[in-house]
Nanobody, 127 residues
Framework: QVQLVESGGGLVQAGGSLRLSCATS????????MGWFRQAPGKERSFVSA????????YYADSVKGRFAISRDNAENTVYLQMNSLKPEDTAVYYC????????????????????WGQGTQVTVSS
């Protein structure tokens, strides 16, 4: 069992930055690909970014490319999402998730790729 706890959300003005963290329990963090998803009110949960277990590959939704950066620290069992140039449309609850798949045909963009989920952290971007 892997437990995920997100932090770092909050209220920020458009153009600002936030850094989300996702701390995980368990000794096998380094074996999991990690992803970030978000869900805005009235919308389905959608892919934001993912990073492979060895940090060899990172993946981003088109809407966040060039603005967001995912990273991980396997020694600290933590994955990060640096969010810059935030826009009001980035407002959502952000979830981190862990995937045990060594390889994903969808580049870890599918919800079904993930076994474990955090409880989410709210990000609100004001205009």
């Amino acid at each position: 069992q892997v437990q995920l706890v997100e932090s770092g959300g909050g209220l920020v003005q458009a153009g600002g930055s936030l850094r989300l963290s996702c701390a995980t329990s368990g000794r096998t963090f380094s074996r999991y690909a990690m992803g970030w998803f978000r869900q805005a009110p009235g919308k389905e949960r959608s892919f934001v970014s993912a990073i492979r277990w060895d940090s060899g590959f990172t993946y981003y939704a088109d809407s966040v490319k060039g603005r967001f950066a995912i990273s991980r620290d396997n020694a600290e069992n933590t994955v990060y999402l640096q969010m810059n140039s935030l826009k009001p449309e980035d407002t959502a609850v952000y979830y981190c998730a862990a995937s045990s798949l060594y390889y994903s045909g969808s580049d870890y963009q599918e919800i079904n790729d993930y076994l474990y989920w955090g409880q989410g952290t709210q990000v609100t971007v004001s205009s």
